[in-house]
């Protein structure tokens, strides 16, 4: 990976010193251009989009000082350092205002340019390298915010945890600091948030993210998910619906049975389907044939996880004998056919 330079003086004999002590030290130090004075900097700077800018302060046309001010009026966040003389003291310090790295002084030190110079290319790997991990790490955090947020409005507490420590582990052990880890979990409570809002519009849903640790953003990120399933179960009377628990229970010992029909579950319990229905939709925000499903579904990821079971066997155990409808069922309500699931999980 190249760092792209600016070098911007109108002391040739400056930029050709400067030229010669960073190539000579690093292959991926690339010269991308050199300017003599502020102006023709800004065009250069606004073409090659340098990395780093090394600026001298006193030059004819636009300064230095200019030449960063519109830099930065420009939106670029690339590293400047300056160069100034032993009378330029003042100049440099008001440079230093405007979000310069450092300033070299003149006549320059090898050691000392390379010494600066190396110390943010560091910087820009490493923040490269957490983007990248960062980039890498949106889609499957985006997927379990989402499988959080289900667990969460059909007020299933086990799988609301399993799939909060499935999100945990994503963050842990993969290069990223702890300030983009906290990101993260904020943007997770977001993504949580917006699953649930449209159905079930609550000040609740907030993350009250505070300054913190890592460690004490996990413990209120799980707290803050506690309150949530309270505030789901309060709304809908959670477990005072005997009937519905009949129900809820019959489905959870019969769901292998793939010709489990609404009828069979409304037979012992003498009430009408349309009744169920809304009962079944208050507490469990899911419909019979949606909560089926995700009753299969959860068992089918559990066979997957930790059996040996072929797929098509896992498919028969949880309703589904047509092996090609399983799979599709799967990978529409998961994301991904059973046999990709369990080589993901096989690598957790």
């Known amino acids: 990976m190249n760092y792209r330079i600016l070098l911007v003086d109108d002391e040739a004999m400056s930029k050709k010193s400067l030229y010669k002590i960073l190539t000579g030290a690093n292959a991926s130090y690339q010269i991308i251009g050199e300017a003599s004075d502020g102006e023709e900097a800004l065009l250069i700077a606004r073409r090659e989009l340098p990395h780093m800018v090394i600026t001298d302060i006193s030059m004819p046309v636009m300064d230095g000082i200019e030449l960063i001010q519109r830099l930065r009026e420009d939106g670029h966040d690339m590293d400047i350092i300056i160069l100034s003389g032993y009378g330029e003291f003042e100049y440099a310090q008001e440079a230093l205002r405007h979000g310069v790295v450092d300033y070299i002084l003149k006549p320059m030190k090898p050691e000392q340019v390379l010494g600066l110079v190396a110390k943010r290319f560091e910087h820009f790997m490493k923040s490269r390298q957490t983007a990248i991990i960062k980039n890498q790490l949106i889609a499957p955090i985006s997927s379990a915010a989402e499988r959080i947020g289900h667990e969460l409005w059909i007020a299933n507490e086990p799988g609301m945890r399993q799939e909060m420590n499935r999100l945990f582990g994503l963050m842990d052990d993969n290069g990223v600091m702890q300030d983009e880890r906290i990101s993260l979990l904020r943007d997770a409570a977001s993504l949580i948030r917006n699953r649930l809002q449209p159905q079930f519009p609550h000040e609740a849903w907030e993350f009250p993210y505070e300054s913190q640790s890592y460690e004490q953003a996990l413990g209120s990120f799980a707290g803050w998910l506690e309150g949530l399933l309270n505030e789901i179960r309060d709304k809908r009377n959670w477990g005072k619906r005997g009937v519905i628990h009949q129900a809820i229970e019959y489905i959870k010992a019969n769901f292998s049975d793939s010709e489990l029909h ?10 009408s389907s349309t009744h169920f229905y809304h009962m079944l939709m208050e507490e469990t925000g899911m419909s ?15 066979l997957l996880e930790h059996s040996d079971l072929k797929t098509y066997e896992v498919g028969q155990r949880c309703g589904y004998p047509d092996y090609p409808h399983f799979t599709k069922r799967f990978k529409r309500q998961i994301g991904l056919s059973p046999s990709e699931y369990r080589k993901n999980m096989q690598h957790l």
Not at 288 to 302: D, G, P, Q, V
Request: glycine letters at 4%.
């Open 288 to 302: 019979y044939i949606a909560y089926l499903t995700h009753i299969r579904m959860e068992h089918a990821k559990a």
């Open 262 to 271: 609404l009828e069979k579950v409304l037979a012992p319990l003498g009430i």
